[in-house]
């Protein structure tokens, strides 16, 4: 399973669980995160959202690798490419919708499309561990789902 779900009395723990690919979102995990946030938010023992990752990571990004083969086939005159991406910003930014507070306890690297995880949290616990890496420009990447707009929202203009 690509997320772990533990509740510690009103608080829902959400641990992304791929630690030897360091918790990459892959569009299986994208789509536990936005079940699990819809899960939350429709149990009313619920009171808050913890976000963390299985270590050494919090999360290493988008799995480029599926959105790479995606994007082949999105050449041949599809969207898949496309699609695929906006599945992957969902994740993120469904937790940035979510009306419950949301934490990430960051534990690791935070790269890419997870530093936008852990953006679109409320709060940003980082342990000694932690590092934030965009990345987006030297992987030749735009930074998107909202990263410029989410960073500037964290620590100011």
Do not use: K
């Amino acid at each position: 399973m690509p997320l772990r779900v533990e509740d510690h009395d009103r608080v829902r723990l959400l641990v992304l669980n791929d630690a030897p690919r360091r918790n990459a979102l892959s569009l299986e995990l994208v789509e536990a995160i936005v079940d699990a946030c819809d899960a939350a938010e429709d149990d009313p023992g619920v009171a808050a959202l913890v976000l963390t990752g299985e270590p050494p990571a919090f999360c290493s990004g988008a799995d480029v690798s599926s959105l790479a083969s995606m994007s082949e086939r999105g050449a041949a005159g599809d969207a898949d490419g496309d699609r695929g991406l906006r599945r992957v910003y969902e994740g993120f930014l469904r937790v940035l919708r979510s009306p419950l507070p949301t934490v990430a306890a960051v534990n690791g690297p935070a790269v890419g499309a997870g530093l936008n995880l852990a953006l679109a949290c409320d709060v940003r616990v980082a342990a000694v561990s932690a590092r934030f890496d965009s990345r987006f420009l030297s992987l030749g990447l735009h930074p998107g789902g909202g990263h410029t707009w989410l960073l500037e929202r964290a620590v100011g203009p």
